[in-house]
């Protein structure tokens, strides 16, 4: 499968710990996003990269959250302290090039902050 | 301020009755419009999208600007359209935003 991936595809952690996800786009994509839903609602953006550059952070995004992707390659999103309101699913997708090009999603990360 | 409305959480029909799943947005611009969908089990993947003005799997979906509007409409549903449809909007050159979502079951 040369899709979008997205490591670990479920995680439960305990409150105030922190927790990292990964993703990997598809290779030829230079944009990237990072997206989180919770049941009954669609995909919320939290999140944009071109290349390695993080061009816009949602306000969504506390200070807890932090987001990287070195060398515009894979991406992570770490969550610092979480908290159980931070348990939903985190979705990344990728791209290429120009505006308005099909985004192309992973299978999301779930997480459970007990 | 940018939104996306979709009205109906779920809609029941049954097989071979037409559908039509509302999306209705917001934004001062000139909108791009796409409908992804999710089946079960499956991630979620474009369906279509209006600039391409194409029927996919029987779907389409008309950008109506006055009433600020892209319901996605078939004619004849099947058992295999049951899914979670979601109306996004692509909000400058790369931010999409998301409807919160119809389920779609089609009855036998």
């Known amino acids: 499968d040369t899709g979008v991936s997205q490591n670990p595809r479920h995680k439960i952690t305990k409150r105030g710990q922190n927790v990292t996800f990964r993703c990997d786009p598809i290779?030829?994509?230079?944009?990237l996003y990072w997206y989180r839903q919770t049941l009954g609602q669609g995909p919320e953006f939290l999140t944009y990269?071109?290349?390695?550059?993080?061009?816009?952070k949602s306000r969504l995004l506390s200070d807890r959250f932090s987001a990287e992707r070195p060398k515009g390659s894979f991406s992570t999103l770490e969550i610092q302290r979480t908290e159980q309101g931070d348990s939903a699913m985190y979705l990344c997708a990728s791209t290429q090039g120009g505006s308005g090009n099909t985004i192309y999603f992973g299978e999301g990360s779930w997480l459970t902050v007990v | 301020a940018q939104r996306v409305t979709q009205p109906e959480k779920l809609l029941s029909v049954f097989k071979g009755a037409p559908v039509e799943l509302k999306c209705n947005y917001s934004?001062?611009?000139?909108?791009?419009l796409f409908w992804y969908v999710q089946y079960s089990r499956q991630r979620l993947q474009l369906l279509l999208r209006h600039i391409s003005r194409e029927s996919i799997k029987g779907f389409t979906a008309d950008l109506n600007k006055g009433e600020t509007s892209f319901h996605l409409k078939k004619p004849f549903a099947q058992e295999e359209d049951s899914a979670m449809y979601y109306c996004a909007l692509l909000s400058g050159t790369y931010k999409y935003i998301f409807g919160t979502g119809t389920r779609l079951k089609v009855l036998a």
């Open positions: 990269f071109q290349n390695e550059a993080q061009l816009e």
């Open positions: 290779s030829e994509h230079n944009r």
């Open positions: 934004y001062s611009g000139s909108p791009e």
